[in-house]
């Protein structure tokens, strides 16, 4: 009984031990929620701008983290996260160590594909990394751009969703995550929408993206 009670005492602990290894983000905008560190992986939800979410921990190669948002677990770009460092508000993965984030491995399915989306941008401004290696249409060297927290606009109409819908173009892979705001390299061709000036469109990461054809960042994504 008592080696029993002994037993039952240190799987607490280490369960206490593991929720405080825990740390509280919030996402700095709608954010995506993957099946696994990489954008070739699902996206099996998203984040709302704005909404705390409890980070396991973050890969130490690669700016993903894995993320638990009420009954969504899945994995996250970590710029995209933001937490309290001293007197600011930071983006996570940038002082995951400042803030002492847990590092975790990725999944073995998915180490190769998370080792290619190392160190880009995100709210930071950083520099962002090469390619992530997908299907015919990617463009070779080219990454999203921009920073987080931009605004999505309204739902667009319904013409303008049947058209994109219908017409399908194209995947490109970038190296980064599909937010509002996120700027297309000038080598990724957008697709008019006749009728809708205002519009291109793209498929990005998995996801069909409206883009503003001025500055060429995105403006809506279809989830």
């Known amino acids: 009984m008592r080696k029993l009670f002994m037993t039952t005492t240190a799987a607490a602990i280490a369960l206490a031990g593991a929720a405080q290894a825990q740390t509280m983000a919030t996402a700095g905008t709608d954010l995506n929620v993957r099946s696994g560190p990489g954008v070739q992986n699902e996206v099996i939800g998203s984040i709302k701008s704005g909404a705390e979410v409890a980070v396991n921990g973050c890969i130490e190669s690669a700016n993903w983290c894995e993320v638990v ?99 399908t173009v194209d995947p490109v892979y970038l190296e980064g995550e599909v937010v509002p705001g996120a700027g297309i390299p000038e080598d990724v061709t957008l697709y008019d929408i006749p009728e809708y000036p205002a519009y291109r469109y793209a498929q990005i990461n998995g996801q069909t993206v409206l883009v503003n054809p001025n500055d060429r960042q995105i403006v809506y994504i279809y989830r």
């Open 69 to 167: 948002a009420g009954d969504l677990n899945g994995w996250s770009y970590g710029d995209y996260l933001t937490v309290k460092a001293g007197d600011k508000i930071e983006p996570l993965y940038p002082n995951r160590q400042q803030i002492g984030v847990t590092v975790i491995e990725a999944p073995a399915a998915d180490k190769a594909g998370a080792g290619q989306n190392a160190a880009v941008g995100g709210v930071t401004g950083a520099a962002m990394g090469a390619l992530v290696a997908g299907p015919i249409g990617a463009v070779a060297g080219a990454a999203l751009g921009g920073t987080s927290g931009a605004a999505a606009t309204e739902e667009p109409d319904a013409q303008v969703t049947t058209y994109v819908t219908q017409n």
